[in-house]
């Protein structure tokens, strides 16, 4: 098989992966595909056993696989602890992300008293506002937006539209997908019944800023709200999916995962390491355990504790709630039942008094 612009021999592979190989180390490899889609010349990964029909009828030339995963004939394994987090190392191996030239194009505006690094990236219609700061090798898209005195640090990307409010800070290594806002009013109001022209919402400035860590992704359209005052932080390492909102004074630790749709009310804390699953909702005020995790959909309404599992809504723990749900398919018989067993009890109580 001729070798394809960026194929890798499979002994190459397994080694990048520090992976076991049980097949042929000479073996061309061109690509990456699911088991289901995958043709001869590519590689795939079987980490769950519910997919064990598509990795026995795969046509892929070599699997990534758990270290006790079953031979399969005609298919070279490379046995890994972790092979999901193999194959994301492989397409990293063969899609290299590319860098733009450095450089600041003609139709950028970065204000005369902002501070570029030469070795940034500004595309057109990008703009850096006075006393902002971009870092080193950092990548602003067209459109993205850096306010009066913030900063970004070196190696981020912020993709179209994204924009960082004056005087928040970003650190390293960070990504801003399109249209994600940093440092937007938190919405913060209160309510004069004796305003000038009547009732009305009087808005409480928000003078605070935003601070995310190092190495933190920020999906597109999700929105981290400036601090009423003080600091509204997202740790280390944690990974914002879209549509996330992240309110006013909110801490979130480092390595979280936050999921589509959640959102964390003002001044809650929500620890290292926890996973809120999609449209999650945490109320204000409480705190969120290290390594809690909160399951689709939940209301979180008081504190979680460390390493606990709920769901629901109101969260309660999550054992409880798969009962509550087992249960709740049987309501309308038990409700039957009940009403039966009242009439029958009527019926004797009424031939005990006869």
């Given at each position: 098989?001729?070798?394809?612009?960026?194929?890798?021999?499979?002994?190459?592979?397994?080694?990048?992966?520090?992976?076991?190989?049980?097949?042929?180390?000479?073996?061309?490899?061109?690509?990456?595909?699911?088991?289901?889609?995958?043709?001869?010349?590519?590689?795939?990964?079987?980490?769950?056993?519910?997919?064990?029909?598509?990795?026995?009828?795969?046509?892929?030339?070599?699997?990534?696989?758990?270290?006790?995963?079953?031979?399969?004939?005609?298919?070279?394994?490379?046995?890994?602890?972790?092979?999901?987090?193999?194959?994301?190392?492989?397409?990293?191996?063969?899609?290299?992300?590319?860098?733009?030239?450095?450089?600041?194009?003609?139709?950028?505006?970065?204000?005369?008293?902002?501070?570029?690094?030469?070795?940034?990236?500004?595309?057109?219609?990008?703009?850096?506002?006075r006393g902002a700061h971009v870092g080193a090798r950092t990548v602003l898209h067209p459109g993205a937006y850096v306010g009066e005195g913030?900063?970004?640090?070196?190696?981020?990307?912020?993709?179209?539209?994204?924009?960082?409010?004056?005087?928040?800070?970003?650190?390293?290594?960070?990504?801003?997908?399109?249209?994600?806002?940093?440092?937007a009013d938190g919405f913060g109001f209160a309510f004069d019944a004796e305003g000038e022209d009547g009732p009305r919402h009087f808005k409480i400035p928000q003078v605070g800023i935003v601070r995310i860590e190092d190495d933190v992704e920020v999906g597109a359209c999700t929105c981290i709200d400036r601090a009423t005052v003080g600091e509204t932080v997202v740790g280390r390492g944690t990974k914002l999916d879209n549509l996330v909102q992240i309110a006013h004074n909110v801490r979130v630790g480092p390595l979280s995962l936050i999921c589509a749709q959640a959102g964390v009310s003002g001044s809650a804390e929500v620890g290292t390491g926890v996973v809120l699953a999609g449209q999650v909702g945490v109320v204000g005020h409480i705190r969120v355990g290290d390594l809690a995790k909160v399951g689709a959909q939940s209301g979180v309404a008081h504190d979680v504790a460390d390493g606990q599992v709920v769901s629901g809504s109101p969260a309660i723990p999550h054992k409880d709630w798969l009962r509550a749900s087992a249960a709740s398919g049987q309501l309308a018989d038990l409700l039957k039942e009940v009403r039966a067993l009242r009439k029958r009890v009527e019926l004797l109580e009424k031939e005990k008094g006869g």
């Open positions: 098989m001729p070798s394809a612009p960026n194929a890798h021999r499979l002994g190459d592979i397994a080694a990048h992966v520090r992976g076991e190989l049980l097949g042929d180390p000479g073996l061309l490899v061109h690509g990456l595909n699911g088991l289901e889609e995958a043709v001869p010349g590519e590689v795939s990964f079987y980490g769950n056993p519910r997919y064990r029909k598509q990795f026995e009828a795969t046509h892929a030339s070599a699997v990534l696989v758990g270290m006790d995963a079953p031979a399969r004939d005609g298919v070279a394994l490379v046995r890994v602890p972790n092979p999901h987090l193999a194959y994301a190392k492989l397409l990293t191996l063969f899609h290299p992300a590319a860098r733009p030239a450095a450089g600041i194009h003609p139709a950028a505006h970065v204000h005369p008293e902002a501070t570029v690094h030469p070795e940034a990236t500004l595309k057109a219609g990008a703009v850096v506002e913030a900063r970004v640090g070196e190696d981020c990307v912020l993709y179209p539209h994204a924009t960082v409010r004056e005087g928040c800070v970003v650190g390293s290594r960070v990504i801003l997908h399109a249209s994600s806002v940093v440092g």
